[in-house]
């Protein structure tokens, strides 16, 4: 893949009592791609989140973040390019304010105070917390906490930002909030997302393209529709399609209609899909009905 945002051939990764947790890992996402990484609690992800943005070091393989080599020398200011936001954010929130958090990066980077004091207010702005820029981390909700550890990392302008779990623990209208927040901060530039999840629900509004991971090991990449799509792989990794797709394929009378079909991943997916089947019913009632006047 050319103009690739992360590029990862054979990598794999031990931990200190030598046992592998990824082994073999090829995966490319393109620039300006969303990606999101399924697989099932202790599959590898975070792991894999890792050690493609240098936090640990792969035992063997090579990583290249924006086509330059990711090595103990290049680590440091690629670090600048490519933001991980983990999956508790109190890991990522330890300052006395908000304000202080989202600074900590740029001050680090060693940029002066008008720049610093410019990248946090656009930061803050851009999650919406700009009013809770004095408030103490642990003062704020889950969602809140969400979103300034987001804050933090874009305050680095990353050209990749990389989330781990960003849905879990949060309430309905949070994690609705969230999709929408990404979905838009996506839509603004040529940032790349990649998302590791195991939130199979929302999988299909958080990226377009999908990798599977099983055991240390990617078992699946597609399209996000050709990867829910496979039952039998998604089963093997100890995953499922979304429910609404599920539930459309357990009624034969509908399975029969959309067998030939992309399969109906989300709500407005399958809204869509029973409208048209409910229009086509209608249709063919009318037909029925003006065939039985003639006949009689």
Known sequence: MTHCAIDMQDVQYRYPDGSVALNGINLQVGRGERAVVLGANGAGKSTLLAVMCGVLQPSQGTIKILETKLTRQTTRRLRASIGLVFQEPDNQLFMPTLWEDVAFGPLN??????????????ALDVVGLAELRDRPPHHLSVGEKKRAAIATVLAMHPKILVLDEPTAHLDPQSRTDLIRFLGQLHAQGDLTLI???????????????AYVLSHGRLVGRGTVVEIFSNPEMLQAAHLAAPTVAQLLHLVPAIARRIADEPTPLTLADAAQVLRRLCAHTEEADRAENHLLREVH
């Open 109 to 122: 980077m060693g940029l002066p105070a008008e720049k610093v004091k410019s990248r946090v207010e656009e």
């Open 195 to 209: 998302i590791a999840t195991h939130d199979v629900e929302n999988a299909p509004l958080l990226a377009d393209r």
